[in-house]
């Protein structure tokens, strides 16, 4: 049998398409709304925002677009990302599955949020932006747009979940490295900032605010733009790259996956590794089982409603029909901050709905387990986002084991941890707690849906 081990393709192979799940989709995405007049939203809307070449991407229904060529001569940096066999791991569970992980750690960030970060930062220069807002949980997506930034000349201002800011000083650090600026939210620097801190001045603040704090900046200005990590159309379009990179390295395996999974916070990794399986599927080719892992303290796909609702707490953001926990929602401070998101992208929503991808949901203890067990068999410190992937993986291989079948097990190994160690402390220190979403929360939050008209 053989043993190898990492699946390694040529810098020529990295993707010359980014692939668009709508093209396939059976159903269309039902339309984002206009936060003030209720009907649905066109470019001109969205243009204060994102530069029109990322609008169009937003809305295209082709099946293919283009990358860039500068954008991929930057993506040679470290694409394309190893795919790897856990034969450690599977000895580890004593199990007959084979596991394979798509690792997008090796990235400059740690994760696979530069592969959108790079080509927002290309089409907003090549607008004519001068500078970009965003918001950060985890703090990937804040160190991949400052690093894009960097490369491109554009001043970038980060508004970082106060929880994260507190509990990553190094993340800040390196943001600041690339050249960018911090700011701990919710802050006294925007106006819906100073009203969240005027009720509760130490709010642990949240995605949702971040977001909006960062929109509320990048409207008052024509130099500067907004751009988000995660659950918009175009964001996941560029992450398809994971899945497409991968299909090629399984065909290097001699494997076809039977379980495709991922963690979900906005959903864009699980969109990178899954879509591209999934629109295989719609044309008529193999099916595997398409699986979402979400924490159980933000459970968005697997308890929230499947509704139109704001993107952002401040409510200035367009509607858009998603998987949501309530705008109004501040998820417990756990160790994911990636995944501290009320709803869920529209896209990985609507594909849920058609029932052609499942979701489950884990603790965040459990999921530390997993990630450590990870480390000792397949030597890489897991981020505590992708700890979620992991425990979903090992659960298919163990029921796998159970049932005595050999399928084959396809996950995205998102991010590395070492920004994260603080949280791998306090697991060791037995002082992490399983949170989970309270019903009373939960319905609080979802009392404040927008009404939206009958006819949309
Ligand atoms: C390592 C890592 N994985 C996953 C996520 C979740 O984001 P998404 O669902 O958009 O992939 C994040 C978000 O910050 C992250 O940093």
Redesign the pocket.
């Known amino acids: 049998m053989s043993k190898q081990t990492k699946y390694v393709l040529d810098e020529e192979q990295i993707p010359k398409f980014w692939y668009n799940i709508q093209a396939d989709l059976p159903v269309p995405l039902p339309p984002v709304l206009h936060p003030g007049t209720m009907q649905p939203v066109g470019p001109d809307d969205l243009s204060p925002l994102f530069p029109m070449s990322l609008i169009q991407q937003e809305v295209s229904t082709e099946r293919e677009i283009e990358i860039p060529e500068p954008v991929r001569d930057v993506f040679r940096l470290w694409r394309p990302a190893p795919l790897y066999r856990a034969h450690g791991l599977e000895k580890a569970l004593d199990t007959p599955a084979k596991i394979f992980y798509k690792y997008?750690?090796v990235s400059p960030a740690?994760?696979?949020?530069p592969n959108s970060a790079i080509p927002q930062a290309f089409y907003n220069k090549e607008a004519g932006v001068k500078r970009l807002t965003t918001e950060?949980?985890?703090?990937?997506?804040g160190t991949s747009l400052a690093f894009a930034g960097s490369l491109y000349g554009l001043d970038v201002e980060i508004f970082q979940v106060r929880v994260s800011y507190d509990q990553k000083p190094y993340r800040r650090a390196v943001m600041e490295t690339y050249g960018a600026r911090c700011i701990a939210s919710p802050s006294n620097e925007t106006e819906y900032g100073r009203k969240v801190l005027a009720e509760n001045p130490n709010h642990t603040g949240s995605l949702g605010i971040a977001i909006s704090e960062a929109v509320e900046i990048a409207a008052q200005r024509d130099d500067t733009k907004y751009a988000l990590?995660?659950?918009l159309n175009h964001?996941?379009l560029h992450?398809t790259i994971i899945g497409q990179e991968a299909m090629l390295q399984m065909e290097m395996a001699d494997a076809y996956p039977d379980v495709v999974l991922?963690?979900?916070?906005?959903?864009?990794?699980?969109?990178?590794i899954a879509f591209p399986f999934m629109g295989q599927a719609l044309r008529g080719g193999p099916k595997p089982r398409i699986v979402a892992v979400e924490p159980t303290a933000c459970p968005s796909l697997t308890r929230g409603k499947y509704a139109y609702d704001f993107g952002d707490t401040g409510h200035m953001t367009p509607i858009t029909k998603m998987h949501t926990l309530g705008s109004t929602f501040t998820p417990p401070g756990f160790h994911?901050?990636?995944?501290r998101?009320h709803g869920m992208?529209p896209l990985v929503s609507h594909v849920k709905e058609l029932g052609l991808m499942e979701a489950v949901a884990y603790g965040q203890r459990e999921c530390f387990e997993a990630g450590v067990l990870f480390a000792r068999h397949e030597g890489i410190v897991?981020?505590?986002?992708?700890n979620?992937?992991i425990k979903g993986a090992i659960e298919e291989a163990l029921r796998c084991k159970r049932e005595g079948k050999a399928e084959t097990i396809l996950f995205c190994l998102?991010?590395?941890?070492h920004f994260d160690m603080a949280a791998y402390t306090r697991y060791f220190e037995g002082d992490l707690q399983n949170e989970v979403y309270a019903e009373e929360a939960m319905a609080e939050a979802m009392a404040h849906l927008p009404e939206v008209p009958e006819n949309v």
Do not use: R
């Open positions: 997008e750690g740690g994760s696979h949020k950060t949980g985890a703090g990937q997506w990590g995660s659950v964001v996941l992450q991922s963690c979900t916070g906005g959903g864009s990794n699980f969109a990178g994911a901050g990636g995944l998101y992208a897991p981020a505590p986002e992708s979620h992937a998102s991010g590395h941890g």
